[in-house]
Structure formats: structure tokens, C-alpha cells
């Protein structure tokens, strides 16, 4: 496929399964009932019977929450793959991920405290942020800088977990909540989730889209970058806080959900090149269809039981994983 055409087809296909996702579900509602409650909810006119409610208030926030959430997923893991220089990098291989769920979790813990709808993502972010600087920090004192970076990421991720895992044990009444919440997934997905979700992500797209000409030329090292007068450490520390941020808010409103920053700028890259200035909205449009397609697949698969989406992902982000250790990482260590 011509590289021209890879944006296109994914936002085609985009468009395609959020319409597919609206008429599948446990409900059974008809697709000309469907289309006839959003043309009605358009015109603010939006019936209040039963299946109209399960289309606007359940399916239509949750399919938007899944588009943001992919698309600020693989928004963070083509900034980390471009701030570290490896193509394996990624917030949930970094550790950022479960930096952030500690973060929420404690959150959790403290939700009969005064601490207002906006408290989670704020200790999420405060999580991420905190592991993303750590790992970060000690890759830099390296001479091995991708190396380091990965085994740091590696034993921050474990700490995290550790910390997780005796949270789960003191959990009580709330480790069901917990444990789904960890695994993640969508099925929670409100209005709010949505409006919070979205500044978040068009940031990271409007910020990334700015960074694409010095993240190209980041790519050739930092001495390099810096003789073609990019400010290293400038970029160094935008990337990192577009990562924490994202990735962090995302996960506060999903959950763990692993791999989808990792296979999407990776593959992309490897269709259409590594030009950032059209990796970064093909990221966007794939993360948004990956995890798209992975959410529909989870709430219908076994309805009307529900698949935590994050384990939908990991069945398929482990393999291609595992294949892409195998294959030379075109970037510099």
C-alpha cells in the first residue's frame, strides 16, 4: 500500500467500526433504530426509552472513550519509542503504566476523602510522572542508554506491581472493583470520562504534530540533534511529560491496558517509514482502531458476559512482542 494511503484507509476503517460497534451489543437494538435515536439525539430530540438510553448513556460514550483512550495510547508509545531511541519502548513497558495505576489506586483508597472527580487522574498523573522521571533518570546516568532504560522500566514496573498487588490484599469489599479496574476496561465509560479524555489527547496530538520535525531529527542522536540545532533536552522533557500525561489519565479512566503504544507506532513504522510528520496522526488513527476493535470484541465475544479489554490486548501485543525482539531496532543504543 502506497504510504499516502495508510492514513486514509485507517480513518476509513475507523469510521467503519465505531458505526459496526454502535449496532452490536447484548441489547439487540435494530441498526434502523439505531441510526433513527442518533439522528433524534442530533437534533435534541433524543427518545427516553430503554434502548435509546443503552445507545447515548452506554455504547456512545464507552466507543469514544475507546477511540481516545487508543488514540492517546499510541500517541505516548510513538513519543516514548522517539524519546528513548527503541523501537520496544513504550509507557507500558516503562513502567509508566503501572506507575500510573499505583497512583489511581491510592485514589481509590482515599475516595471518602474530599478529593473531587478530577482527584484520581490527578494522583494517576502524579504516578505516572513520577515513575516516567524515575526511569528516565537512571537510563540517563547509563552509558548504555537503551539497555538501561529497559531493565530500569523492567524493576520500576515490578515495585509498582508489588505496591498493586498489596493494595488488592487490603482491599476488602473493594477488590473486585479493583482487580476488573487492573485488568482493564471500559464498561464504566460516562460522558465525563469522555470530556475529560478529550483536551488530554488532542494535546498530545497538536504537541506531537509541533515536535515531529525535531523528533526526526532527534532520531540521529542527541550530539547529532544538537548540532542541527534541536534543544535535546527541551524535547527530552516535552515528550516525556506528553508520555506521563497521556498515558496517566488514560489509564485512570480504562485501567491497565498494555501493548497498543508498543505494536502501533511500530508497525506503522515499518509501513510508512519514519517520518513523524506522518507517524504521529497515523499513530493516532491506529491506537484509536486497535483498541476499537479490541473493546467491541470484549463486550460481545462472551455476551453478556464482558472480557476486560486489557486481556484482549495482551493476547495479542505479547506474540508481536516476542517477534519484535527478534528483528534489528534501527535505532541507536
Given at each position: 500500500m502506497p504510504d499516502r494511503l495508510v492514513l486514509p484507509v485507517l480513518a476509513a476503517l475507523l469510521v467503519a467500526v465505531m458505526v459496526a460497534a454502535l449496532l452490536v451489543g447484548g441489547a439487540g437494538i435494530s441498526p434502523a433504530e439505531v441510526f433513527s435515536t442518533l439522528g433524534s439525539a442530533a437534533w435534541g430530540q433524543a427518545p427516553s426509552d430503554v434502548n435509546a438510553k443503552i445507545l447515548l448513556d452506554i455504547r456512545l460514550p464507552r466507543i469514544l472513550l475507546a477511540t481516545l483512550v487508543g488514540a492517546g495510547m499510541g500517541l505516548a508509545g510513538l513519543a516514548s519509542q522517539t524519546l528513548f531511541r527503541n523501537p520496544l519502548a513504550s509507557p507500558y513497558i516503562l513502567g509508566v503504566s503501572n506507575g500510573a495505576a499505583v497512583g489511581a489506586v491510592v485514589a481509590m483508597f482515599l475516595a471518602g476523602k474530599p478529593l473531587g472527580y478530577g482527584g484520581l487522574p490527578a494522583m494517576s498523573v502524579s504516578g505516572g510522572f513520577v515513575v516516567g522521571a524515575i526511569v528516565f533518570t537512571m537510563a540517563r546516568r547509563s552509558s548504555h542508554f537503551g539497555h538501561s532504560l529497559l531493565l530500569a522500566g523492567i524493576a520500576i514496573s515490578a515495585f509498582c506491581s508489588a505496591l498493586?498487588?498489596?493494595?488488592?490484599?487490603?482491599?476488602?469489599?473493594?477488590?473486585?472493583?479493583?482487580?476488573f479496574w487492573l485488568m482493564g476496561g471500559l464498561w464504566q465509560?460516562?460522558?465525563?470520562?469522555?470530556?475529560l479524555l478529550t483536551p488530554v489527547t488532542v494535546a498530545a496530538l497538536a504537541g506531537l504534530t509541533a515536535l515531529a520535525p525535531a523528533?526526526?531529527?532527534?532520531?540521529?542522536g542527541e550530539r547529532s540533534a544538537s548540532d542541527l540545532g534541536v534543544n535535546v533536552r527541551r524535547l527530552q522533557t516535552l515528550l516525556l511529560v506528553i508520555v506521563s500525561v497521556t498515558t496517566s489519565v488514560a489509564v485512570a479512566v480504562s485501567g491497565v491496558i498494555g501493548f497498543v503504544g508498543l505494536i502501533v507506532p511500530h508497525v506503522l513504522r515499518m509501513l510508512i517509514g519514519a517520518d513523524h510528520r506522518g507517524l504521529v496522526p497515523a499513530s493516532a488513527a491506529g491506537?484509536?482502531?486497535?483498541?476499537?476493535v479490541a473493546d467491541t470484541l470484549a463486550r460481545t465475544l462472551a455476551a453478556p458476559a464482558e472480557v476486560p479489554v486489557g486481556i484482549v490486548t495482551a493476547l495479542v501485543g505479547a506474540?508481536?512482542?516476542?517477534?519484535?525482539?527478534?528483528?534489528?531496532t534501527g535505532y541507536g543504543a
Open positions: 498493586t498487588a498489596g493494595a488488592l490484599y487490603l482491599a476488602g469489599e473493594r477488590l473486585q472493583t479493583l482487580v465509560a460516562t460522558w465525563g470520562d469522555v470530556l523528533m526526526n531529527v532527534a532520531l540521529a491506537g484509536a482502531l486497535l483498541l476499537l506474540p508481536v512482542f516476542l517477534w519484535l525482539l527478534r528483528r534489528p
